[in-house]
Structures are given as structure tokens and as C-alpha cells.
């Protein structure tokens, strides 16, 4: 018995020697931080607790639940991806802790769908990805200044910026509601002040703008907010806020039986979250909304059949809603992106290859991408529709009709773009 | 009860740069990036400490002046050009000042008066920072240091260049507190905390001591804002919330909050808890929203067990048990 | 005109849930002299306690009293753990003044970790009990409804009946006394013990009725992180020390006040300044009068 393990024990460090002397013997190939011979490791910071994280903390396992069905399905090129995901409260001292953990701890290949723009901007001063090489795909906001390749190299862009929503919304109002007063409720920052620019170069005029602070939104303030607007006899009030403020205005609004033409935009307008949180949904009815992603509900759109059901199944009992469709969007895009960087993705081919090809990634979106050498751009557009009676956001008349603009002073055009079909099986070709 | 010395040596200061500066050699950057935020606690904590520890006054107002120096800082540096290092100092009289006209409404006020008030203006100063477009608003200002000089050689990275002027800062501040708090200064705030009505008896004017040690407080703490601000880049009012007073307050307790020696101890253990809670978390398994919130449970849990059963602090513990036993030692020999 | 009557009705209603915080926070004061800064946490919690009533029955006058009878429980117990140990260990050394308030700090984020690692997951909803639609005055919708009205009748039910309490019986003086002389007060043959946690207890059954308030009057959502329960948490203290910190009457008045300054500043000057606004009036009212509405002189510095 003894004698056996003894045995068994020298042919184990013989095979250990071998091995290790093969392993030293084949030229070390020049493998990625992040990327081994099985996984590719990704990293994801964003609030998962906190006022904050308010839907949003339903991105990482919606992006999971992708990943996991690509991984099922053969991975990248044999490569399970692994998703680490860190809470940073949305508070900027955690997001650069934590990023740091993900680059330096984790040994991350790329980060994905940090959220926010005062964490995102910390953390690209502080942890300074551009000079470390390391991507950053897909952030989750829509300042604009993201985009900007020179001074954020390794940063890409996916949703529409907050300007070109107020320019298309402006281009709307122009088309519709001319001669009506227009209302505004806005957040009273860069946020905010990306929406006024917006509406300035549409040419909207507004007859009431009513700013509120970034965190004041409760029901005691809406109730102000609409005693403004009814002073002003707005017939329409745009909402340019967060989540809550679209949420405390609406829920608001119905109890003193105020409705003018609502119109949300996409940052606050996520119809299942709304209801979900007490919006009745015949307050909803009718609401102009905005949303560069087909409509969570329809269930005709291969995407959205394809993302609801993967989700489904990965997250029992959670609610398919814009967040959601978002995050396995840029999960989606991530895999084209990872797949296209060739068989041994490195950082720069990553990004070399969402220069290249990244206008062309498949994705639910009905508005091109925007990425090319030079820029960083990613959705460019949105399409307009209107609430149904059971508070969904649906295309007017049943067809999409999408608007595409750019962040600067460019006009407002309809989209011809046809959005190529969805790749087979859901998986990167 | 030994002498004190009228002025704390400088020797151990700069041997304790020394050392850092080794350990700064040989440890990897997330480890170096965790120096720097260690500093930045050592100052901020030793903020709370003069405060609360020496002078008696409870603040959890202590994040929004960390907020007041940061962004003089950040806004010195950006919209007057003044130079970086300059506009550290600008942030510790900045601070000191808004410190000071506070102290002048604290002095009026006892412990849970006080106490409500700075938590008031805790959650509602850095909101201001939305009200007037030269902060920022949410996004906030970048405040960038540069890069380490060239003649540090290639490999010297942005992260060990944080921690040198970190170190170095709360070093110097250190050492410049200590020697206050063995003045004649530190002997009034004492005096004052023990019994104030004693201390008037005794000449000492306590609403003017109190103002002086208020103000000293938030220049530390201003200083230490613009050394977080450093370490994360930029300037915005979602970095100082409430939690960063919270957390100072547990820190401060958890380096016994009447005893300056203990501070790093604070310092660490508030760098560590995340981590710390991490590999609890993994080791036990624990749902997400557990792993989330561990941290947070850590910190507070760790602040009512130190004030119920090591009220001053593990330092001044270990020094009382040890006169204790000292104590125990001489009487047995007689 | 309907917007400065609008004005006034949203302070009103908001600054009567401000009243019962303040009740709580005046309770516990006068029993123990402690502010608990804790009270809005435990509001939370006793809130999350009449959401598990609502789930198994449905009823939110049933989850209501579960959610007083749970938060009275939760803060007894919080007194005869927590706070005798901190007489015991903390009350002399340098540290005395200062450690209640840094162990109810605790207290709270203690309370918040763990609620969220119990219900944090995503949002609940507590359905109010009426509805929430506007009164119709002349053809015009006022921000007050059967709901904010039932709001206003409970801060002044739960008023009366503690007034009756303190009146009828012993209590309020027995109250004083343990705070002020607990061994006199022993030796007249009061329970200083068993009073000081009936002070807490009493508090947190109104910090309960806060909370559930405050939780149907701001659409029904609730959340560990909600915004509604830092606005408890800070306007609570304000208001009560506007009443003076040791009066009833005067913790009604300061969260009415308050209530209605917020208001006021809101929808005429600025929404930004929702969370200042509320640190100048305490200001404002600390140095013009220190000593709150309805209140001793020596109060503030004692």
C-alpha cells in the first residue's frame, strides 16, 4: 500500500517534470491579460445598491445571462467568458477602488457598461485606461463627451447622446405640436444642460422650464413641478429627468387628474419599471416615448423574442425591460467585438476591431452605430412612439419610424437604415 | 505620569517616510493605489480626532468640508491656474475658513445639537455644488496632479506619484498636529472636554478653543478632500456622501478617538473592510445582496461593538491595561 | 392663488409626517436624553414590518398596527440591549457625551445593511388604504386627498392619545424624572428601568406610523435606499428641535413649520436647494431662538 503511493507518487513527479519542461520548452505565446486558453475575463463596475441603482442594477445579470448562453454554445472561439461585476454605489471614490481592483486584482482584459458619467470620468482621470491600454466598451451614458476618440481613446460609446434625444424630440414638436406651449421638466445639471443644447438647435421654444435637483425627486416636489406647468398652461410637458422623476411626476400627475401630451424621454421612460413602481398605465396612454432598442413588448421582433427568452430562463421571475434588452445588447455586441478581434484577442485588436467592423455589429437597435476609425459614436438616433392602453411604448401605426442626428449641429433626418437579420442562433458569426 | 516633551521629535516622522518609501518599492500598484487612500484616511481621520477626541465636539460634517477643499482645490487649479501644489494649500485655508464660521455656530451648540446639525449640512452642502456652473454639477471637475517627473524614472506609475504626495502630506500634517496637540492648545481642549465649566473657572476662554479647534479640523479635512480628489481624479459631489462621514466617524472610533497614535489603525481597517468582506462573502456563499451589503454592516457593526467595549480605542486600551498592571506590579512589591 | 394654497397643503401634509419623527425623536429624548439618530432607521424597519403583514393579509389597517407593535418591540429591545450596555460601558472617560450618538449612528447603518440584505433586492409596494386623488374645489384639483387627510387625523390622534397617556397617568412626569434625577426617581419608588424603555417603545410605534405614512404618501414604494427615509431622518431631528426638543405640542408645530418652509422654498425659489434648505432653517432657528418654540431655556447647551 505503501509502497504504492510511493509510486504512484515518483510517476506524478515525473509526469509534473515533463510536463514542465515541455511547457517551458514551446515559446511562451503572447497571451492578453485577461484572456487565457479557456476564458476571457471582463469587468463591470455600476451601482448594484443605492438610490442609484434603480433598474439598473439589472444590467450585469441581464448581461450574464448572454454570456452564458454564448458560453453554452461554444464561447468565443472555445473561450467561456467570465463576467466580474463590482457595486460602486455610484459613488466615484468606489468606482476608481474598484476598477482598479478589476484591472490590477482581477487582471481584466476590457471593462463593460460602466454607468454614469461623473463615475465614468473618474475613472478614465484616475485609473487612466487610454495610457493602460485597457478598453472600455459600451458605457452606459449618454453624455456625449464619451465619444470624443482623442481624448478618451479606448472609451466606446453605445447609447444615443442626450442631445441628439432633445434634437430629435424638438424635431418632433416641430412636425406636430407647432404652436402649442411646450413644457420642460429637466435635471438641473450637464444632463440637464445637454437637453437645453439640444432643444436650442431643434429651435423648440418653451412656454415653462422647471429644473429640479438631482436627488429631490419625491412626491411633494411633483406636486410643485405640475402646480408649475398648470400655471403655464403648458399642453405639452416633455420629461428630460432620470427614472424617479418620470415616475413621481406621472404617479403625481394622476392623482390631481392632470394630463396634458406627455412626452418621456428614454433616460426616465422605461415603461415596466413605471408600472412597476405604481404608474397606472392610463396615465401612460398615449405618452410620446423614445428608444433607440425595439419595443421591450414586441415580441415579433427576433431580438427581443431571442434576449426575453435567454433572460427568462437565466433569471426566473425578473421582468424583461429596457435595462435589460440594453444590457444583453452590448453583451451581444461585446461577443461580436471579442470574436472579431481574431483567435488570440488582444486588447488592441479588440478595439482595432470595433474600429473596423463595429458600424457593422449585429444588434437589436434600429438606428446605426457609429464607430470608425475616427469615431466613437455609437447609437446615432432613436424612433418615436406612442404608449398603448396598457402602458407599453409601441411605433405609432405599427411600423418604427426612426430619426437619426448627431451630437453637434447636424439635422434631424428620418432613418433609412434596415437593420441587418439577427445572426443564427443568436451567436457572433 | 511621565513628562511630555514640549515638541515632538521629527526623527521618527522621516524614518517612517523611510520605510514607506521602501514598501512603496516593492508592493504592486493596487496595493500602492491603497497607500494613497490610507493617507488620505490617516489625515481625514486625525480631522475627526482633533475634533471629537480632543475638543469634545461630535461632527458628522466633516465629509462636506472634505468636499469644501476639494473643490477650492480643483477650482484654483482650473479656473485661476494656480499650481498644483499651491492649490492643496488653498484647500486647507478654504476649508479652515468655512471651519472656522462653523465652529462659531458649534461653539454655541452641545453634543446632539451639533451632531444634527453638521449631519444636515453633511447630506446638503455638496448637493450645492449642482447650483453654480464653475463646480461642475454631477460630473464634477477633473483635478489632475500631471504625471510623475520624468526623472523617477520609466516605470515610476501615476498611482506610486499619488502615494509619495499623499504619504508625504500626512506625514508633514501629522507631525505638526501632534506638536499642536502637546501645546499649550492641546492641554486647553482637554482641559475643556473634561469639564467645561471647570475649565472656564480655571481662565480659559472655551468657546474660543473650541472655534480654534474647530477650524483646525476642517483645514485637515480640506486637505484631505483635495488628496481624495487627487486619488480618484476628479472633483463631484456624488463622492462625498454621507457614508464617507459615517465611515471617518467608525475609523476615528476604531482608532481611539482620544489618542492620535491609533489613526492608522482606522485608516487600514477602512481600506481593508471591502476587501475583507469580499472573501467572507465568497467563503460563505453568499447571496448577492448579502455580498453587497457586508461592507456596509462591517463598518457600522464594528462602531457600535468599539464605542460599547473599547470606548477609547484599542491604543488607549492596551496603554491602560498595561499602567494597570504596572500599577499591580508595584504594589506587590511592597 | 391654488398654487400658494397648493404651496401650503404639500407642507402641511409633508410636515405632519416630519411631526410624528419628531414625536419619536422627542420621546426618546425625554427619556433617556439621547437623540437617536437611529429613529428613522427603525422607521424602516417597522415599515418592512407592515409590508409582511400586507403580503400575508392584505389589509393595511392589520399591517399598520403590526408595524407599531413591531417597531415598539424593536426599540425596547434596542434600549435594554444597546443603550444599558452603553451606560454601563461608556457613560464616564472622554468619550461619554459622545458615545450615544455614535452608537446610534451605528445603529442606523446596522439596521440599513441588514434590511437590505433582506429585502433590498428590488422595490415592494404598500397599496394605501384610500385614495390618493386630488379633492375638486371648484374645478380645480388641490394637492390633498383622502390619503393626506388620513395623514393629518393620525398626527393628531397619536398626539391626543399620548397627551391623555401623559396626562392620565404618570408617565410623562415619570419620563422627566428618569431622565433628569433617575436615582430621586428611584427613590420615589419609580421603575427607572422599565420607563425608560416605555419612553422607547411609544417611540418607535410613531416612528412606525412614519414610516408607513411616508411610504404610501410617496406612491407606495419602498426601499432600503429610498429617498423618503433620508428626508425622515434629517427633517425628524430639524423639526424637533424647532419645538424645543422637549414638548409634543412643539415637535407638531416644528414639523408643520418645516413641512411648510420646505414648501415654500421649493416652489418659489429653487429646487436645488432641497437638501440645504433645511440645514439654514435649523441654522436660522438655532441662533434666533435656540431654545426651539416651546422650549426651556437651558436647553441647547446642557
Known amino acids: 500500500m505503501k509502497a504504492m503511493n510511493r509510486r504512484k507518487l515518483i510517476t506524478a513527479s515525473a509526469v509534473l517534470a515533463i510536463v514542465g519542461l515541455a511547457a517551458t520548452a514551446i515559446p511562451a505565446q503572447a497571451a492578453e491579460v485577461g484572456v487565457s486558453s479557456t476564458q476571457i475575463k471582463l469587468g463591470m463596475t455600476l451601482p448594484m445598491t443605492g438610490t442609484a441603482s434603480l433598474g439598473y442594477n439589472k444590467i450585469p445579470g441581464a448581461a450574464k445571462a448572454y454570456f452564458d448562453y454564448l458560453n453554452a454554445n461554444g464561447g468565443i472561439y472555445g473561450r467561456k467568458i467570465t463576467l466580474v461585476v463590482k457595486d460602486d454605489r455610484y459613488v466615484p471614490t468606489e468606482a476608481v477602488s474598484k476598477t482598479n481592483e478589476l484591472i490590477l486584482k482581477d487582471k481584466v482584459m476590457a471593462l463593460m457598461a460602466p454607468l454614469g458619467t461623473a463615475n465614468v470620468k473618474a475613472v478614465a482621470s484616475s485609473v487612466n485606461p487610454a495610457r493602460r491600454g485597457v478598453p472600455v466598451l459600451f458605457v452606459n451614458t449618454g453624455f456625449s463627451g464619451f465619444a470624443d476618440a482623442k481624448k478618451y481613446p479606448t472609451t466606446y460609446a453605445v447609447l444615443p447622446s442626450y442631445v441628439m434625444e432633445a434634437k430629435i424630440m424638438g424635431q418632433y414638436i416641430n412636425e406636430n405640436f407647432a404652436g402649442k406651449k411646450i413644457g420642460l421638466l429637466y435635471q438641473d445639471d450637464d444632463f440637464g444642460s445637454d437637453a437645453l443644447a439640444g432643444f436650442k438647435t431643434a429651435g423648440t421654444k418653451f412656454a415653462v422650464t422647471v429644473p429640479y435637483a438631482s436627488g429631490s425627486q419625491a412626491a411633494a416636489t411633483a406636486a410643485g413641478w405640475i402646480t408649475k406647468f398648470k400655471a403655464a398652461e403648458a399642453d405639452v410637458v416633455i420629461l428630460f429627468g432620470v427614472t ?20 418621456i424621454g428614454s433616460v426616465g421612460g422605461d415603461a415596466t419599471t413605471l408600472k412597476l413602481a405604481g404608474v397606472p398605465a392610463g396615465v401612460l396612454y398615449n405618452a410620446i416615448g423614445f428608444s433607440p432598442v425595439p419595443a421591450t413588448t414586441d415580441m415579433k421582433d427576433e431580438y427581443v423574442k431571442f434576449f426575453s427568452d435567454i433572460y427568462a430562463k437565466a433569471v426566473p421571475g425578473s421582468a424583461f425591460d429596457l435595462n435589460v434588452l440594453l444590457g444583453m445588447n452590448s453583451a451581444f455586441m461585446t461577443a461580436q467585438a471579442l470574436k472579431a478581434a481574431g483567435q488570440n484577442p488582444t486588447r488592441k485588436s479588440l478595439m482595432a476591431a470595433i474600429d473596423s467592423k463595429g458600424a457593422t455589429f449585429a444588434n437589436s437597435a434600429l438606428v446605426p452605430l457609429g464607430y470608425s476609425a475616427t469615431s466613437h459614436v455609437g447609437l446615432t438616433g432613436y424612433w418615436v412612439g406612442k404608449f398603448s392602453p396598457t402602458g407599453d411604448l409601441a411605433p405609432i401605426g405599427g411600423t418604427y419610424v426612426a430619426y437619426t442626428t448627431d451630437s453637434g449641429s447636424g439635422a434631424v433626418v428620418k432613418s433609412t437604415y434596415k437593420r441587418p437579420a439577427m445572426p443564427a442562433k443568436g451567436l457572433p458569426n | 505620569m511621565h513628562k511630555r516633551h514640549n515638541s515632538s521629535h521629527i526623527i521618527p516622522f522621516i ?77 486647507v485655508l478654504v476649508a479652515a475658513l468655512a471651519g472656522a464660521l462653523l465652529g462659531a455656530a458649534a461653539a454655541r451648540l452641545s453634543g446632539p ?34 504625471f510623475p517627473p520624468l526623472s523617477l524614472g520609466e516605470n515610476f506609475t501615476q498611482y506610486k506619484w499619488f502615494f509619495w504626495i499623499a ?18 492648545y492641546g492641554r486647553t481642549w482637554r482641559a ?143 | 392663488m391654488i398654487q400658494l394654497l397648493n404651496t401650503i397643503l404639500i407642507g402641511v401634509t409633508a410636515g405632519g409626517i416630519y411631526s410624528l419623527m419628531a414625536i419619536s425623536i422627542v420621546l426618546v429624548w425625554r427619556s433617556t436624553r439621547v437623540i437617536n439618530f437611529a429613529q428613522a432607521g427603525m422607521a424602516l424597519l417597522s415599515t418592512y414590518f407592515g409590508y409582511e403583514a400586507m403580503v400575508q393579509l392584505n389589509s393595511f ?169 433620508s428626508l425622515l431622518l434629517v427633517s425628524g431631528f430639524i423639526a424637533a428641535v424647532i419645538g424645543g426638543l422637549e414638548s409634543l405640542v412643539g415637535a407638531v408645530i416644528g414639523g408643520l413649520l418645516l413641512g411648510i418652509l420646505i414648501s415654500f422654498v421649493l416652489m418659489y425659489v429653487s429646487s436645488a436647494l432641497f437638501f440645504i434648505a433645511p440645514f439654514v432653517i435649523l441654522l436660522a432657528v438655532l441662533f434666533i431662538r435656540p431654545q426651539g418654540i416651546i422650549g426651556a431655556k437651558a436647553g441647547r447647551r446642557a
Request: glycine share 12%; proline share 3%.
Open chain 1, 244 to 263: 424617479s422623476a418620470s415616475l413621481y411626476m406621472l404617479a403625481t400627475a394622476a392623482q390631481l387628474k392632470y394630463a396634458p401630451q406627455w412626452m
Open chain 2, 15 to 91: 524614518l517612517g517616510g523611510v520605510v514607506l518609501y521602501f514598501i512603496s518599492g516593492m508592493v504592486d500598484e493596487l496595493r500602492v493605489y491603497q497607500g494613497a487612500s490610507i493617507a488620505v484616511y490617516v489625515v481625514a481621520i486625525s480631522s475627526i480626532i482633533l475634533l471629537t477626541g480632543y475638543s469634545g465636539q461630535v461632527s458628522l460634517g466633516n465629509g462636506a468640508l472634505m468636499a469644501v477643499g476639494a473643490y477650492a482645490a480643483a477650482v484654483s487649479h482650473i479656473s485661476w491656474h494656480i499650481p498644483i501644489i499651491l492649490s492643496f494649500f488653498v484647500a
Open chain 2, 113 to 146: 445639537y451639533l451632531a444634527g446639525t453638521t449631519l444636515a449640512l453633511a447630506i446638503g452642502l455638496p448637493s450645492l455644488a449642482n447650483q453654480f456652473s464653475i463646480l461642475g454639477g454631477e460630473q464634477g471637475l477633473l483635478f489632475d496632479v500631471g
Open chain 2, 167 to 184: 504619504a508625504l502630506a500626512a506625514l508633514i500634517m501629522m507631525w505638526l498636529l501632534q506638536n499642536i496637540l502637546q501645546s499649550r
Open chain 3, 61 to 229: 389597517w392589520i399591517a399598520l398596527p403590526v408595524a407599531m407593535i413591531g417597531g415598539a418591540i424593536f426599540a425596547a429591545l434596542v434600549e435594554i440591549i444597546l443603550m444599558r450596555l452603553l451606560v454601563k460601558h461608556s457613560s464616564t472617560g472622554p468619550i461619554a457625551s459622545v458615545a450615544p450618538i455614535i452608537a446610534t449612528l451605528g445603529l442606523l447603518g446596522v439596521i440599513r445593511a441588514v434590511v437590505s440584505m433582506i429585502w433590498g433586492g428590488q422595490d415592494v409596494r404598500i397599496t394605501g388604504p384610500l385614495s390618493n386623488d386630488g379633492f375638486s374645489v371648484g374645478g380645480e384639483t388641490l394637492v390633498f386627498s383622502p390619503l393626506k387627510l388620513l395623514i393629518l387625523v393620525s398626527v393628531v390622534v397619536l398626539m391626543l392619545l399620548l397627551s391623555i397617556l401623559f396626562q392620565k397617568t404618570n408617565i410623562g412626569l415619570a419620563l422627566r424624572a428618569s431622565a433628569y434625577a433617575p436615582e430621586i426617581a428611584r427613590l420615589s419608588g419609580v421603575k427607572v428601568d422599565l420607563v425608560r424603555t416605555l419612553g422607547w417603545a411609544l417611540a418607535g410605534a410613531a416612528g412606525a406610523v412614519a414610516g408607513m405614512l411616508q411610504t404610501v404618501n410617496g406612491n407606495g414604494n419602498l426601499s432600503p435606499d429610498s429617498i423618503e427615509f
Open chain 2, 192 to 334: 475643556g472636554r473634561g469639564n467645561e465649566v471647570a475649565a472656564q473657572l480655571a481662565g480659559i476662554n472655551t468657546g474660543r478653543s473650541k472655534i480654534l479647534a474647530f477650524t483646525l479640523s476642517a483645514g485637515l479635512a480640506g486637505l484631505a478632500g483635495a488628496m481624495l480628489s487627487m486619488t480618484i481624479g476628479t472633483v463631484s459631489p456624488s463622492a462625498f456622501p454621507l457614508a464617507l462621514s459615517f465611515s471617518l466617524m467608525t475609523g476615528a472610533v476604531l482608532s481611539g478617538i482620544t489618542t492620535l497614535g491609533g489613526v492608522i489603525i482606522g485608516a487600514v481597517v477602512l481600506v481593508a473592510i471591502p476587501e475583507i468582506a469580499d472573501v467572507v462573502a465568497h467563503r460563505l456563499g453568499s447571496s448577492e445582496s448579502v455580498t453587497t451589503n457586508l461592507p456596509g454592516l462591517i463598518v457600522s457593526g464594528l462602531l457600535i461593538l468599539t464605542v460599547l467595549f473599547v470606548p477609547n480605542g484599542p491604543v488607549e486600551q492596551h496603554r491602560a491595561r498595561k499602567a494597570r498592571h504596572e500599577a499591580e506590579h508595584n504594589s506587590s512589591k511592597k
